[in-house]
């Protein structure tokens, strides 16, 4: 054949089918540039001085993997829909004399225009962004960044490796979709005589029991270590039941509405039971894609903006006071020379200081066995469920930190819990019995068991000796890991940011040169760090909220559509056999709707669901604003909602264009 | 009394792009006797599917008008005219136009949900229809599971569960074997017997030879027409080929 006409026949066919290949290119160029951006950002060299940039370059390093694996699954399942749509065209080359050979090089070329068009493209659209994101980053950490105009052309390169890759395996695919069939089921396409879908129970029961169990173990999981693992079993169970149920629980539940004979032979259930049977033996699959990927979206981005807006509760709740010294020394006399220490600096420094508090603590960890504690350093690790930290503090020390007055017998405690609340009314330590005389709704803290993930359990003792007695005991149990009694100094200042930088570095300096035992921390030295961490989770956040939406966006349009061609014959039988056209538009909508809802009804409820284990999860990265995570969490969805609602009307019109048409 | 009647029916297409016009009808008018078996016959593009569609309202004519039972159904509602379509005709087409997604049960009580009747009425209504047609042991089958007789006996089955006035059929035996086609003809001789008024477009002479009465269509305007009187199908069949011969050569209108 001449020369040029395979080219020419290609560039003609993706003219000619230009309504499905536009939106598929355009996804094609959106993914490549994202994929370039995120690859770009993670090695643009002035990353590296931006602040906290460590962790940032990791999320962003994690990102390009999942855009590239994502990026891979989705353009799959767009080609091999057009692929399907196509499948009457290749039938009549086929016919008219092409081999599928021939068809196979028409579809390479078809292939290679898109990969060139997009990759050129999405590169050049990547550029553009990338600049403006780096910008963007700057400022969501809140650090300036002069950066110039950075092209990488390793990045260029990977990107247009990793494409090229992807675009080959789409090939490969559309052939072997092509070279299965013979010309016939060419013909006929994607429309050849469906079969009903088999019910299958004992799926359907499975998805059911999977849900529930994730949603179980969710709600249930009180204790936050136990959760990161807890909160992978829930995660996969999930996503298997809602597998499960879209495929088989749906039909199984369709035809259960299907046997209601006096149900199904209603005008309005007739025609939308029954296609909604084969509308979810096609689309299963896809809904529950976009069920999980809008559960997923809710979830992250929630998260990461109420960490985002609600850095600062975090850090108060980490960093208890602006300035912490905590003195591990020996004794009672050294502990107080290492304030005395930062106590003469203020001076020489002229330091602003407020709100001085200072206290004396113990703090180790025991297990939970009702009303008594152990202190056993062999105890076996699946008991962490039960493993708390004590944290003792005398009377005095309280009174004077909260400004209270209370007293207390030998015999009696005070008792805050930050977590699991202590519902006994004793409280038995080491052979002895304390009576719990009050239960504390507020204590000053510590941020070394906030950052600790295990619950607490403060305890407030009558007597300094009693707290050295009880030190002297777990000292013989723990021995070389055992506690000492230490000092806590906190305090405020109103000095400028960067002075406070400076004079926690000198505290720090000051105290290790004279060769003293403490641990020094700054609010406003960790908020850096804080910011670069949390903003780097909320920039993936949002971006891959965004990339999410944007194949929910684009699987529901292709959806709309591919029915749209499949609805049209069976709506124009019903119009002939006497459906009159409102009837068909209401049940066209009854079915769109319940297509295009269910999802998002389905993703609202497991987003509820994981609403426990999320906050505790988020308690476990010092967030305990349970308020303003509900708050971002129903706004997410709200902005979901309506974005989604946008999409709808938008697919729904070009949807009745196709079928009325 | 007539049940159908077509008054000077004139059908113009014209294409979308500039004033190319296309006659598919210029002037026809006949009528149907309550009871009548009437097939039309013409050559492919003579506008006999055109004549169809405009009998049953599925497209609307240039000129003229279209009478069933007394009632012109030029002025109707879109909604008014498709309940009136439900009650008073049956259709059965060349390619069946059962929905896959029913079973053949469900296609068939498709126009009884559509006018909203209970379910136990429209049982009783498909029994002896079904047992009538040979289908009752397939009522449970898929379109896709069944033969291209069964398919149109079903059809059949849903053009007369509404005990329309007027069945109207495209083409019936289109796309049957002639075994399938012999047993569709015979169903439709059957329901003709008993009363049922059928209006058929073909143009296979074997399938109008069961008929009472043919019209020949030709360019747009009713030719000829052969009434049975007392012939014997085969008989019939002899008048129609003998017919089709003339049309064919190019006689003229007697």
Redesign the interface.
Known sequence: MRIGFYPKLAAGNIKKNKRTYVPYILTCILTIAMYYIFKSLSMNPGMKKMTGAEHLAVIMQFGSIVIGLFALIFLFYTNSFLIKRRKKEFGVFNILGMEKRHLAVVIGWETLYVMLLSLAAGIGVGIAMDKAMFLLIGKVIGTQVVLGFFISPKVVAITIELFAGIFFLIFVNSIGMIHISNPIELLRGSNA????PKTRRLMALLGVICVAAGYYIAITTINPIASIFAFFIAVILVILGTYLLFTAGSIAFLKLLRKN??YY???RH?TSV??M??RMKQNAVGLANICILSTMVLVMVSSTTSMMVGMDDILNTRYTSEFIVMSHETDKARNQKVIDTVRTLQQDWDFDVANEIEYMFLTFSAFCNGDTFVVDRNAPVTAIDSSYVLFFITIDDYNRIEGTQKTLNDDEILIYSNRVSYNEPVMKLFGREYRVAEKLDHFIGNGIIAANVSNAQYIILPKLAQMQEICAMQKEVYGDISSDIDTFYGFESDEKPERKIQFYNEIAHTLKEQGFDARTECREEAKTDFVGLYGGFFFMGIFLGVLFVMATVLIIYYKQISEGYDDRE?FV???????????VRASIRSQVLNVFFLPLVVAGIHVIAAFPLISRLLALLNFVNTRLYVICTLATFFVFAVMYVVIYMVTARVYYRIVSR | MAILEAQCLKKIYTTRFGGNQVQALSNVSFSVEEGEYVAIMGESGSGKTTLLNILAALDKPTGGQVLLAGKSMSGMKEREMTAFRRNNLGFVFQDFNLLDTFSLQDNIFLPLVLGKNPYLVMHARLMPIAEKLGIKEILSKYPYEVSGGQKQRAAVARALITNPKLVLADEPTGALDSRAADGLMRIFGEINAEGQTILMVTHSAKAASHAGRVLFIKDGEVFHQIYRGNSTNEQMYQKISDTLTLLATGGEKR
């Open positions: 005589g469906e079969k009903e004979k006096n032979y209603k005008t007739f029954s296609g049977i084969y069976r039988i019903m119009q002939k056999v006497g459906m009159d056209l409102g009837e």
